[in-house]
């Protein structure tokens, strides 16, 4: 399949008479996601502009923004505001306008490290972190369905990160393999968080308990739930 032509915006382009386009911040799946500004008030706004061929009848950008509202209240979810239709190329395209969050992109973060490793005890506080914000999602029965390194936005904030999820991804109604999949994807955050395979042999036990060689039916066996995750880095015994 040949995939969508990109949008390219440039900077100073304006959207729907009130956006002012100032950066790409990336490009997905389904679309390119844009840093904007309001012009009538100058508060900056994410927008995610949808490619026409992966958005057929605004199916995805109707889903996203449904799951975004149903989610409101979780911490984790970068909170939606409203959409646009607008004309790019004599086409309708649609666009999501949600809040503009700060951050950096893990493998942006992960950059900044030596060896682009964390050490042992701040990965399993990011990974703690990220287990909790899933947990908030599955108790409303919710997934978030394509959960990787590149999803996920994190900032610093002294001791602490402070972390949102983007581009959740409709795999159907959420079912009990959807939750465990996305338990399985927050232990390979991990698992990379710390050096992937290339040093993974040499990782002490408080790691391999939780990564269990990415093998996903060990890991579910042992963690079937975000919070049983939650539970256990909250109460290991460090050796």
Same mark, same amino acid.
């Given at each position: ?108 973060? =992960?950059?900044?490290? !030596? #060896?682009?490793?964390?050490? $042992? ?6 990974? *703690?972190?990220? /287990? ?20 996920? =936005?994190?900032?610093? !904030? #002294?001791?602490?990160?402070? $972390? ?6 409709? *795999?159907?109604? /959420? ?30 036990? $408080? ?33």
């Amino acid at each position: 399949m040949t995939p969508p032509r990109p949008f390219e915006l440039a900077p100073g382009r304006v959207l729907a008479k009130n956006y002012l386009v100032e950066a790409l911040l990336g490009r997905g799946y389904e679309g390119e996601v844009y840093l904007v500004r309001e012009r009538l008030t100058g508060a900056q706004r994410a927008a995610k502009i949808f490619y026409p061929e992966r958005n057929p009848r605004n199916s995805a950008a109707s889903h996203y923004a449904k799951k975004l509202e149903r989610l409101r209240d979780c911490s984790m979810v970068i909170q939606y505001h409203h959409a646009l239709e607008i004309q790019l190329r004599g086409n309708p395209v649609h666009v999501l306008i949600s809040e503009f969050v700060q951050g950096m992109l893990l493998p942006d973060l =992960l950059s900044k490290y !030596r #060896g682009r490793r964390m050490p $042992v005890h701040e990965a399993l506080t990011l990974t *703690r972190t990220i /287990a909790a914000g899933l947990a908030e999602l599955h108790e409303k029965r919710e997934y978030h369905g394509d959960l990787h390194s590149q999803n996920v =936005l994190v900032r610093r !904030r #002294g001791v602490h990160f402070d $972390v949102k999820l983007v581009d959740m991804y409709d *795999r159907g109604r /959420a079912n009990r393999f959807h939750i465990q999949q996305d338990v399985c994807d927050i232990v390979r955050i991990l698992y990379d968080l710390v050096g992937g395979r290339e040093h993974y042999a040499a990782q002490p036990p $408080v790691i391999k308990q939780v990564c269990l060689g990415l093998k996903c039916s060990l890991i579910v066996q042992r963690y079937p739930t975000a919070w049983h995750l939650c539970r256990h880095l909250d109460t290991f015994e460090w050796a």
